[in-house]
């Protein structure tokens, strides 16, 4: 994977909408090295979590669109089979990282349970709450 250093110590605990929440500083160099840490780190965190099926759909999704939303943000999601419940990943990045169009330094990593379409929209409201006091 690069030269990605090894993640700051996480911050584990809950959101507002009680969706997992995983905190953690990363260094990359590029938008690619922060999708594979994030399917990585949550293989980590969720054993029943394919890693490789996790980056090809936060692969594919990007290539649809960019999920850069300004401001040095990014909201990568993806519905993921082996994931119990939601999940939002605050990943902080040491430098920003070219992402679409823009430069990215904090990541927004939305991932629901396969078939859990509903479970998108609270995962936003938190990251929205989260990216608003950060």
């Known amino acids: 994977m690069g030269d990605l250093a090894r993640p700051e110590p996480a911050t584990s605990g809950r959101t507002e909408s009680g969706a997992r ?10 938008r690619s090295e922060v999708l594979a840490r994030v399917a990585s780190e949550t293989r980590g965190r969720c054993p029943r979590v394919d890693a490789g099926a996790l980056l090809a759909a936060l692969e594919r999704r990007e290539a649809d669109e960019s999920s850069s939303v300004g401001d040095g943000i990014a909201l990568p999601h993806a519905s993921v089979d082996g994931l119990d419940a939601p999940m939002l990943m605050d990943v902080s990045l040491e430098r920003p990282v070219r992402w679409g169009e823009d430069a990215v330094s904090r990541c927004m990593v939305l991932l629901v ?22």
């Open 113 to 134: 349970p396969r078939g859990d379409t509903l479970a998108h929209l609270g995962l936003a409201a938190d990251a929205a709450r989260r990216a608003g006091a950060g």
């Open 21 to 30: 929440l995983e905190a953690f500083d990363l260094q990359a160099k590029s």
